[in-house]
């Protein structure tokens, strides 16, 4: 048998038939995880859901097949290469009458990871897997701003209107790409796909490294936590950092080991390379102060305070206009690029 699921998982190009093995040592903890966690489906969609509630109600089963309940289960979820594997047919256009217990378990689990990771699911009490709607503005200040905001981003705020617009500028687009397609020598269709070619590497300015040189020979060197240092004296924003509870911080050298724990992470190093290089204060102050004192809602609040700072000068207009940003998806090292460019500003 083993034999036959190798040859049909290698001519299928499907590895879904080898994942009982592997998943079988962990059923009883993945259950356990599934009567202490309570997963919930964030849109309209309980496919899921009522999946993992016919999937409890048969979790001692020892069966190798598991008829389905009237009404019953929406299985379209399942995706196609599991099909088969779960039901015994190719055909999906009809509901099966049952389903290989092993393969609907491993399916299902896939499933929910796959879910958790989109946001699809969510699970009650957790950060990480937390219902992303609860974290949406309210509908009252919603009510209150969306106008302003449609006026900001250019784009009508009435749904009829926002889909037509949308529309019509897709449409456009769709129709300016086609018209110029015949003479684009980036992209060419190859058996219905579209494929890029390389890209020719621009020649290099021939002033290229006498700029570069002149650059390197008028900028002063500027140590980062002199950066750090300056910066925390002009707008002191340290003071968005202090306990999760609100209260004041009752520490020693509060400012100094708050900027120390920003070039700690700001820069990547780790609390055990900093307490080596810097010698102030050991790894498990530095570490203590990031998970006590710093969250994401005060890193946010200082880097307005940089930005709105870095602002009031000439330097921002020169390197461009202002209406496109860019994220790097870092958590803990925003900080001090904003530093550097307000450093650079003065």
């Known amino acids: 048998m083993d034999d036959c699921f190798a040859y049909t998982a290698y001519a299928e190009n499907n590895y879904f038939p080898f994942l009982w093995r592997f998943y079988k040592s962990h059923r009883q903890t993945l259950f356990g995880l599934l009567d ?8 309209q969609d309980t496919a899921v859901e009522e999946a993992l509630t016919f999937l409890r109600r048969h979790r001692t089963e020892k069966r190798d097949w598991l008829d389905l309940p009237t009404p019953p289960l929406d299985l379209t979820w399942v995706p196609d290469k599991w099909w088969k594997l779960l039901t015994g047919t190719s055909s999906r256009t009809r509901t099966p009458p049952r389903v290989a217990r092993r393969h609907f378990e491993v399916c299902v689990f896939s499933q929910v990871m796959t879910e958790l990771l989109s946001g699809d699911l969510c699970i009650e009490g957790s950060a990480q897997f937390a219902d992303y709607r609860a974290q949406l503005i309210p509908w009252e200040d919603y009510t209150r701003t969306v106008a302003a905001y449609g006026v900001q981003v250019g784009l ?28 684009n020598t980036a992209v060419r269709i ?3 796909e579209p494929v890029l070619r390389r ?15 002149l650059i390197a020979a008028r900028l002063e060197p500027v140590n980062i936590l002199d950066i750090l240092t300056d910066t925390e004296n002009w707008l002191h924003w340290t003071r968005f950092f202090g306990p999760l509870s609100g209260q004041e911080a009752r520490l020693e050298a509060a400012r100094a080991r708050y900027v120390t724990t920003a070039f700690c992470y700001g820069c990547n190093l780790g609390p055990t390379q900093t307490a080596q290089a810097l010698q102030t204060f050991d790894r498990r102050q530095i570490a203590w102060i990031d998970q006590h ?14 930005i709105n700072a870095y602002n009031r000068f000439t330097l921002p207009k020169l390197w461009g206009s202002g209406k496109h940003a860019s994220a790097d998806g870092l958590r803990r090292c925003r900080l001090l690029p904003r530093l550097g460019h307000l450093y650079r500003a003065v």
């Open 190 to 192: 190859v058996d219905g």
């Open 293 to 306: 004192h710093i969250t994401e809602e005060k890193l946010d609040a200082a880097i307005t305070t940089m």
């Open 156 to 183: 009508p705020v009435e749904s009829p209107a926002f889909v037509h617009q949308m529309r019509t500028e897709l449409e456009d687009l769709a129709a300016a790409v086609d018209v110029n397609f015949p003479t």
């Open 199 to 213: 890209l020719t590497k621009r020649p290099t300015p021939g002033m290229l490294k006498t700029v570069e040189r």
């Open 36 to 43: 202490q966690l309570r997963l919930v489906s964030t849109s």
